[in-house]
Nanobody, 125 residues
């Protein structure tokens, strides 16, 4: 059973950067596709980025593409999300998750198994 723990959130100004980390325990991350989702007040949980197992291909939502970078370190069993040029609309609780989605459903919450507690990212204008 995989357990996930996110960290790295905080309060920043628009235009700043943050780096989120997710540490896994209980199982190796190398056999999973890993992803970040976020949940803002009054909105549905939304896909942010994914990195597939094996080929490490990455995918991003339109709203963060070019600003965020997802990466994984299988040796350290960690996942990261580098967030640059942050905007107030990036304010949300960020979650990491693992799963074995296919290309057509990798943006769906239903394709993933385990969720961490989340880390809050607040971007002030």
């Amino acid at each position: 059973q995989v357990q996930l723990a996110e960290s790295g959130g905080g309060l920043v100004q628009a235009g700043d950067s943050l780096r989120l980390s997710c540490v896994a325990s209980g199982s190796s991350l190398s056999s999973y596709t890993m992803a970040w989702f976020r949940h803002a007040p009054g909105k549905e949980r939304e896909f942010v980025a994914a990195i597939f197992r094996g080929n490490s291909n990455t995918y991003y939502s339109t709203s963060v593409k070019g600003r965020f970078t997802i990466s994984r370190d299988n040796a350290r069993n960690t996942l990261a999300l580098q967030m640059d040029s942050l905007k107030p609309e990036d304010t949300a609780l960020y979650y990491c998750t693992n799963g074995r989605p296919i290309l057509s459903n990798h943006r769906s919450v239903d394709a993933y198994y385990t969720w961490g507690q989340g880390t809050q990212d607040t971007v002030a204008s």
